[in-house]
C-alpha cells in the first residue's frame, strides 16, 4: 500500500472517529458527580409564565425556576439556571450544556425518545372557569349556558366535546378576546387553561373565578439524557418528597394560586 493511500485512510479513519463522537448520545451522570462539579445546571424557559419569567434585574423566576431552585436545595449544590427557548431546550440538555431540564417540557411518547422523564411535577390543565356563583359542576350543567373559547383551540375540541347540544359556544379569535367576552359579560363561563385562568383572577378578584372542572391535561416532567438511569431515581424520590411534604404544593399556590391538580398527587 502507498504512502498516500494510508495518508488518506487514516485521515478517512480520523473523520470517521470524530463523526461518530458528535453521534454518540451523552454520557450519563450521577449525582455524585454533579456534587463533584460543585453545582448543578438546570435549563429552564424565561418566557413562558408563570412557569418561567426573567425579573426586572434580568434573573430567571416563575414555578420552574422555585423547583429548580428546590431541587438544587435537596441536592444540597449551589444551582446556575440556564436560559433555553422551546426548540433548544433538548438540544442543550443532549449536548451536555445543562445537566437537568426544568423547562415546562409536557410528557409525550415522541420526546421520551430523546429524553428520559421524571415523574410529573407540574400540568398544564384545559377546563371550564366560571363565577363561584355560577353553578356549574360537570359538562351537564353547561345546558343553556353560553361558553367563550378560542376558535380552533384545544379548549374548543374540549368543549364542543362534552357540551349538550343546548349550550351556546362563542368562539372568538384568540384568547385574549374570549378572556374579555368574560370580564364584560357577554359569556357565562370560559374554556381556558390553568395558566390564563390565574391571569384573569388577578385582573378581576371580585369576581371570584374558579375552575369548575377540568377538560384535559398535559403533565410535564424533569428531563434528563436517556442512560441516566440513577440520576432518575434521585429527581422521582425528589418529586415524590416534595408533593409529599407540601413543598411543591406552596409554589403551586404562589405562582397559580391553587393546590396541585390531582393528576400531580398520583
Avoid: C
Amino acid at each position: 500500500m502507498s504512502v498516500s493511500i494510508s495518508r488518506r485512510l487514516a485521515v478517512a479513519g480520523a473523520f470517521v472517529a470524530t463523526a461518530v463522537a458528535f453521534t454518540m448520545p451523552a454520557s450519563a451522570q450521577t449525582v455524585d458527580e454533579i456534587k463533584a462539579k460543585g453545582k448543578v445546571t438546570i435549563g429552564m424557559l424565561v418566557d413562558f409564565p408563570p412557569f418561567g419569567i426573567t425579573t426586572a434585574d434580568g434573573k430567571p423566576d416563575g414555578y420552574d425556576a422555585d423547583v429548580a431552585k428546590l431541587l438544587a436545595k435537596h441536592m444540597g449544590v449551589p444551582v446556575e439556571i440556564v436560559p433555553v427557548t422551546g426548540p433548544n431546550r433538548i438540544p442543550y440538555l443532549l449536548t451536555n450544556k445543562v445537566d437537568l431540564l426544568v423547562a415546562s417540557l409536557g410528557i409525550t411518547e415522541e420526546r421520551a425518545k430523546q429524553v428520559l422523564f421524571s415523574k410529573p411535577y407540574a400540568a398544564i390543565e384545559i377546563g371550564v372557569l366560571a363565577t363561584q356563583k355560577t353553578a356549574i359542576k360537570e359538562a351537564g350543567d353547561l345546558a343553556s349556558k353560553r361558553i367563550g373559547v378560542a376558535r380552533a383551540s384545544t379548549q374548543d375540541q374540549g368543549v364542543t366535546a362534552v357540551a349538550p347540544k343546548e349550550a351556546r359556544i362563542m368562539r372568538f379569535d384568540d384568547d385574549a378576546s374570549a378572556v374579555q367576552a368574560m370580564l364584560s359579560g357577554q359569556v357565562d363561563a370560559l374554556g381556558i387553561s390553568n395558566v390564563v385562568a390565574q391571569q384573569i383572577k388577578k385582573m378581576a378578584p371580585q369576581n371570584n373565578y374558579e375552575m369548575k372542572f377540568v377538560l384535559r391535561s398535559q403533565v410535564q416532567g424533569i428531563a434528563m439524557r436517556l442512560g441516566q438511569d440513577s440520576l432518575a431515581t434521585w429527581v422521582n424520590t425528589f418529586v415524590d418528597t416534595v408533593k409529599a411534604n407540601g413543598e411543591l404544593n406552596a409554589i403551586h399556590q404562589k405562582w397559580l394560586g391553587s393546590d396541585l391538580p390531582a393528576v400531580l398527587k398520583n
